[in-house]
Every structure is written in C-alpha cells, then in structure tokens.
C-alpha cells in the first residue's frame, strides 16, 4: 500500500469545505473537510479519514489537501481504478484543484462527492464572472486590468464565514472587538515597531502567515469583493485601513 507523505505546501485550512455525499439511491448526506490539512479517501478503513466501501477502491485510493495559499487539491495516489472529476480520469500523483461544484468520482462507485461551501479570502467570487467581465467595477464602469501582489493580516471573529483558525480552534470575539485588535496592529506598523511580515506570521488567522502574509499575485475576479477593490486603491508600499470581509477584518499591504 502506497504511503502518503504530505507535500510542503499541504497546511491547515484557512477556508470552508463540505462534500456532499450523493448516494446511487438518490440520499445526501455532508462530510467536512476543513478540519485537517489532509483527508485520505480508501478502501482501508484503519488508514483513511474517509473510508470507500467497493472493491474498485484502492486501499488508499486518492488523497484531498489543502494548500497554503487556500486552494483544494485532489490527488490520485496511483490507484488501480482511478479518480475521476467530472467525468474525467485524473493523472496519479499530480494536484488537481478543486472549484465548488466539482464531482469527484472513485473507481467504480457510484457514489459521488461535490464540492460545497468553498470559502476563502483568495478564491473567486461566487456568481461573478471572470475574464474581461469580471473586471469591470462600480465607478463609471471602468475596466480594471493587471495584476497586483499583496500581503494580509487577517483577524477573524464570531461573525466570520468560518470562525475558527490556525491560532484558534474557535472564535468567540466580536467584529467590534476585531477591529480594535486590527486597529492597534496598524499603529505598531505605523509606529515601526514591527514589520509586516513578521506580525502577520505571529497575528493573522489565513494560513497564509506561513509566508508573512504574502498572498502572491492576483487579478480582477480573484478576490472577494472589498478586499479586492481596497487592494487595487492602493499604491505599492501602502498600507490599507481596515478592510472587512466575509473572512474578517484585513489589514492588507500592497507589494506589487
């Protein structure tokens, strides 16, 4: 049986995950995946988080991981019957990202597994479009084009689309409170007390604190909404106010 070793960019969630569970007898039911940084689907029970009932499964058939940057991935671990998405064969031991909606099939089952509730600071808008379209915004209609970089420090509280982090297992503080939190790191970076690196890798709640809060590149469509346009107002070297989100509140540093 292969073992699995966790690549270096496998981290733990920083973004809502659910799938659903479409049996061939037409019930449903939900299985999380954002608890851990990696879920193992396969036909041996004792060794895989989310075990697959068929004689097509391999004993570990296919592995579901969580990168640093937010995205979902689907790899294949070399199984005898293959994993499928969307109806197509997937390539063994190649990451595979995963969209919201995704059908993921294994061997012969009949079981599939759909992508649902798939929540990050860097994702995609739900419902927006992307390309040309997608980068026309509010204020006379003006095409934004281009990508710019950015680096966050993220601070989640008891309202936020997933209120629990790599610092903290659940999260009880008020937006008011988050604020206030946001507001005293802003001074300390005004002050030049600390650099932003450093205090996002101590401070923020995106698992993007591995790399100081560097998110890496992005364009227009790629981020939700307020974080996007903020991001965009900004001159490189600048350091935003805060900025709310379905995440949280940001404090966002524009890099490029």
């Given at each position: 049986m292969p073992t699995f070793h966790a690549p270096d960019w496998v981290s733990q969630p920083c973004r809502t995950a659910t799938l659903?569970?479409?049996?061939?007898?037409?019930?449903?039911?939900?299985?999380?995946?954002?608890?851990q940084a990696y879920y193992l689907f396969g036909r041996d029970a004792s060794a895989c988080d989310v075990p697959l009932?068929?004689?097509?499964?391999?004993?570990?058939?296919?592995?579901?991981?969580?990168?640093?940057?937010?995205?979902?991935?689907?790899?294949?671990?070399?199984?005898?019957?293959?994993?499928?998405?969307?109806?197509?064969?997937?390539?063994?031991?190649?990451?595979?990202?995963?969209k919201n909606g995704a059908a993921i099939r294994f061997g012969a089952l009949d079981t599939a597994f759909v992508m649902r509730d798939v929540e990050s600071a860097a994702e995609k808008r739900r419902g927006e479009p992307s390309g040309?379209?997608?980068?026309?915004?509010?204020?006379?209609?003006a095409?934004?084009?281009?990508?710019?970089?950015?680096?966050?420090?993220?601070?989640?509280?008891?309202?936020?689309?997933?209120?629990?982090?790599?610092?903290?297992?659940v999260?009880?503080?008020?937006?008011?409170?988050?604020?206030?939190?946001?507001?005293?790191?802003?001074?300390?970076?005004e002050a030049g007390e600390v650099e932003f690196?450093?205090?996002?890798?101590?401070?923020?709640?995106?698992?993007?604190?591995?790399k100081g809060g560097d998110l890496g590149e992005f364009g227009p469509g790629q981020m939700q909404r307020a974080f996007e346009d903020a991001t965009y107002a900004l001159a490189v070297g600048e350091l935003s106010q805060p900025v709310f989100s379905d995440s949280g509140v940001h404090l966002i540093l524009r890099t490029g």
């Open positions: 659903e569970v479409q049996e061939p007898d037409g019930s449903t039911h939900t299985q999380p995946v954002d608890k009932d068929h004689p097509s499964a391999s004993r570990c058939h296919a592995v579901l991981c969580h990168h640093t940057d937010g995205r979902l991935f689907i790899i294949d671990l070399g199984s005898t019957h293959g994993t499928f998405l969307d109806g197509a064969a997937l390539p063994p031991n190649k990451p595979t990202v995963l040309e379209t997608a980068a026309k915004r509010s204020g006379g209609g095409e934004r084009s281009g990508t710019v970089r950015a680096s966050h420090l993220l601070v989640k509280h008891r309202d936020s689309r997933r209120p629990s982090s790599w610092k903290e297992k999260i009880t503080r008020s937006k008011e409170e988050a604020l206030e939190m946001i507001q005293a790191f802003r001074a300390r970076l690196g450093a205090l996002a890798a101590a401070e923020s709640h995106c698992s993007s604190a591995r």
